[in-house]
């Protein structure tokens, strides 16, 4: 399996909340790494741990197809929160993902997620979660939107 298809593989499986899968496509010493929090959870049995013990079932969604180099596509909201867009662009041993995520207590996160593989299985995750703010006002003769 190349690299883009361990990473959509990935994807797809923590789309249909299939855990049995994610946990393969990890590597053993996996480093996940929450910025703006500081956590950084270490090895996949503390992955595995945190993720069936989401607060939320992770019901099964709907997977996706991912092509080529760079692509944008929809996947099901049936996630504890609406993963509503995923990009996933990248090549060798990185990629990177950007994502909507709607909670259902209306919160809504644009993330981003840098993967790397190594040995044929994902060995980093950096994810960095983002709320939408208003632009400021001096930026508006210079910015579309």
């Known amino acids: 399996m190349s690299n883009r298809q361990i990473i959509e593989s990935y994807w797809?499986?923590?789309?249909?909340?299939?855990?049995?899968?994610v946990e393969k496509l990890v590597h053993p010493d996996?480093?996940?790494?929450?910025p703006q929090s500081g956590e950084v959870i270490r090895g996949r049995e503390n992955l595995m741990a945190m993720a069936?013990?989401?607060?939320?079932?992770?019901p099964e969604g709907t997977a996706v197809k991912l092509e080529g180099p760079d692509e944008t596509v929809s996947v099901s909201p049936s996630m504890p929160f609406g993963?509503?867009?995923?990009?996933?662009?990248?090549?060798g041993d990185m990629f990177v993902g950007e994502a909507v995520?709607?909670?259902?207590?209306g919160d809504v996160y644009n993330v981003a997620v840098i993967?790397?593989?190594?040995?044929?299985?994902?060995s980093q995750d950096t994810t960095?979660?983002?709320t939408?703010?208003?632009a400021p006002e001096w930026r508006r003769p210079y910015v579309e939107g």
């Open 128 to 130: 960095y979660f983002a």
């Open 115 to 122: 993967l790397k593989v190594h040995e044929g299985m994902i």
């Open 83 to 91: 993963m509503s867009v995923i990009t996933i662009s990248g090549g």
């Open 52 to 58: 069936r013990n989401y607060p939320v079932a992770l």
């Open 30 to 34: 996996i480093v996940v790494t929450y």
């Open 12 to 21: 797809n499986a923590f789309v249909k909340g299939d855990l049995d899968t």
């Open 132 to 134: 939408p703010f208003e």
């Open 101 to 105: 995520y709607d909670y259902p207590n």
